[in-house]
């Protein structure tokens, strides 16, 4: 059984970019071959081998703006309290109760 190769390599360096950007940092890529001939004046052949392997470095960044987020979420929340309202629907009281406590809570509070 062929038991798995684990290396390890790292770029040292500091590159910007931009959020939902990707940048390559860098690869390394190995190769080897090897061929042994054997065999007499009755009976020859030939054993051959090939290894390749390849290993890159990159990075991927997304900014993920909390504030932004909630602020997006209440409003949607409260357009849909607006339209619950309207056709009488009623929550159950657990969710009532954190429906009140997110609608009255200061913004920028954690």
Known sequence: MQQPVLRQFGVGTSVSVPDRGRAFLGGVSRGA???K???????????????FSNSSVSVS???HDFDAMDA???NAAEES????????????P??????????????GSR
Do not use: K
């Open 33 to 35: 071959t090897s061929t």
């Open 94 to 107: 657990r969710a009532a109760t954190a429906w009140e406590s997110l609608r009255t809570r200061q913004p």
């Open 72 to 74: 997006a979420l209440l």
């Open 37 to 51: 001939r054997f065999g007499g004046p009755f009976r020859s052949g030939t054993n051959s081998g090939r290894e």
């Open 61 to 63: 960044v997304y900014i």
């Open 81 to 92: 309290a607006a339209a619950r309202s309207s056709s009488n629907v009623q929550l159950n």
